[in-house]
């Protein structure tokens, strides 16, 4: 794909086109991840937020789920079959994509639904957008804070840094969110056309000239994504898409990689070399595991969770 297409593509997957809209027309939905930042920090979540993931309500049937006549037989599920799932499942197209998406991002991994993020009604059709029941729909600023406040720390890092801006004072489309980065449904599942290096280089044009260090664990950090993405397709279906061996490893370098890009801020070549050389060697295990044994481990047949 020449590159204005796949810029455009990781845009659209990405959800920046409301970004967009909103630097033509400056407009309140780019809103503070700053106003839940203001909580105290300790990875406590204020509104409890992360209590209620995974608790099933009584018409969570999987019998009841049906399928598009376009979805394919490869393609995961969630597996949390909430009314808002079961219903967006039959809704039309665009109301679908965010259940496609959805499916096996590390939220559906954590047993998480629509409802943890938009909040709404699990318990009748009827009051599911209801702002009674807390429903958000789509307003940015409030998703923002929702992701602050069940990732305090990650938040507070950004807070430490250049990148953030109290949009409760003014709006500013100068600085990257969340979800600029991390892709709204399909967080931790980027698609194929992904890089992180394309996001950075909106606004950073000479980011390897300026910032070589930045730069390099950025680079680094897309070469990991594109074997993790194999190993992901490979083992779609399965109950860990990435084997838990490689678990521990990958957490750790993740870390460090959010603890140095959080906060924007200067990254030495030593800090950058350490940690570039950890990631390789793991991306060489993904690498060795996609060579030799994935092939061994076919994903596992008729998964119950998994709607068929
Ligand atoms: C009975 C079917 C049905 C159920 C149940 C349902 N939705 Fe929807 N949803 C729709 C339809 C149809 C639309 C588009 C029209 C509209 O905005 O009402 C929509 C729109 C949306 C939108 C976009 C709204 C906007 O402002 O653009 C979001 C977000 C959403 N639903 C989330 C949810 C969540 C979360 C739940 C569960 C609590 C849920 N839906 C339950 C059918 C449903
Ligand atoms: C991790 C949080 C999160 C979860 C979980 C989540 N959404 Fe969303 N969703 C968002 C955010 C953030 C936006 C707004 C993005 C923007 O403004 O660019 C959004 C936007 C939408 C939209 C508007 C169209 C679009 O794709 O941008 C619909 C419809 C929607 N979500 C439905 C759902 C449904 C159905 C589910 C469950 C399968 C779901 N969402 C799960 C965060 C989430
Ligand atoms: C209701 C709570 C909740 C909300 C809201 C939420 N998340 Fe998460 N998120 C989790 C949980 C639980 C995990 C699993 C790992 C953990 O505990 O951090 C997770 C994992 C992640 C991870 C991967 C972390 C890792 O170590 O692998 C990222 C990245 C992420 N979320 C980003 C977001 C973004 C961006 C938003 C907002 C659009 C968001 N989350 C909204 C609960 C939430
Ligand atoms: C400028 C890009 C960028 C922005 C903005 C950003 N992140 Fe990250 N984030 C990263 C990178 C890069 C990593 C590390 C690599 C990875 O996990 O893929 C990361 C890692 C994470 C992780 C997992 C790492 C850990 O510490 O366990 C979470 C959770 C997370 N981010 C949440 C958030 C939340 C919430 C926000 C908004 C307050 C946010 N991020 C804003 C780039 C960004
Ligand atoms: C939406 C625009 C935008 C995006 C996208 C963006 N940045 Fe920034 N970045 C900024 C702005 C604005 C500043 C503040 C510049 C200033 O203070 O003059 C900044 C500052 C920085 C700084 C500090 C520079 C210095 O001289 O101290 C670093 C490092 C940085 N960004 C890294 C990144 C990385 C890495 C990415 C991609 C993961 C990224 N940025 C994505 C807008 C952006």
């Known amino acids: 794909m020449p590159r204005p297409l796949v810029a455009f593509a990781v845009l659209v997957a990405f959800g920046l086109p409301a970004a967009f809209v909103c630097a033509v027309v400056p407009c309140a939905v780019r809103s503070p991840y700053a106003v839940a930042a203001e909580n105290p920090p300790g990875g406590k979540t204020p509104s409890g937020k992360k209590a209620s993931i995974g608790h099933l309500h009584a018409n969570d049937d999987e019998a009841h789920v049906k399928l598009?006549?376009?979805?394919?037989p490869g393609d995961p599920v969630p597996h949390v079959k909430s009314n808002c799932v079961r219903c967006h499942l039959t809704a039309?197209?665009?109301?679908?994509?965010?259940?496609?998406?959805?499916?096996?991002s590390v939220h559906d991994l954590q047993g998480m639904t629509c409802?943890?993020?938009?909040?709404?009604?699990?318990?009748?059709?009827?009051?599911?957008?209801?702002?009674?029941?807390?429903?958000?729909?789509?307003?940015?600023s409030a998703h923002l804070k929702g992701c602050a406040e069940c990732h305090s720390e990650q938040a507070e890092q950004v807070k430490s840094g250049p990148h953030y801006w109290d949009f409760s004072k003014k709006i500013n489309l100068k600085y990257p969110v969340c979800i600029d980065c991390h892709g709204h449904h399909d967080v931790e599942k980027p698609p194929a056309e992904f890089a992180l290096q394309t996001v950075c280089s909106e606004c950073h044009v000479h980011l390897e000239k300026e910032m070589p260090a930045v730069a390099s664990v950025v680079a680094e950090n897309d070469r990991l994504w594109t074997v993790l993405r194999k190993?992901?397709?490979?083992?779609?279906?399965?109950?860990?898409?990435?084997?838990?061996?490689?678990?521990?490893?990958?957490?750790?370098?993740?870390?460090?990689?959010?603890?140095?890009?959080?906060?924007a801020g200067k990254i030495t070549a030593?800090?950058?070399?350490?940690?570039?050389?950890?990631?390789?060697?793991?991306?060489?295990?993904?690498?060795?595991?996609?060579?030799?044994?994935?092939?061994?481990?076919?994903?596992?047949?008729?998964?119950?969770?998994?709607?068929?």
């Open 68 to 72: 598009p006549n376009w979805w394919k």
């Open 92 to 104: 039309g197209r665009e109301l679908t994509a965010p259940v496609q998406d959805f499916a096996r």
């Open 115 to 140: 409802s943890d993020c938009h909040g709404g009604n699990r318990d009748k059709d009827a009051d599911a957008h209801e702002e009674e029941f807390g429903f958000i729909g789509t307003k940015l």
């Open 231 to 263: 190993v992901q397709d490979k083992n779609v279906l399965n109950e860990q898409p990435v084997p838990e061996r490689f678990h521990h490893d990958l957490a750790h370098v993740r870390e460090i990689t959010a603890r140095l890009i959080h906060p």
């Open 270 to 308: 030593a800090e950058a070399s350490q940690l570039n050389a950890d990631v390789t060697r793991i991306r060489k295990d993904l690498e060795n595991y996609l060579e030799h044994d994935a092939a061994a481990a076919a994903p596992s047949k008729g998964r119950k969770t998994n709607a068929r």
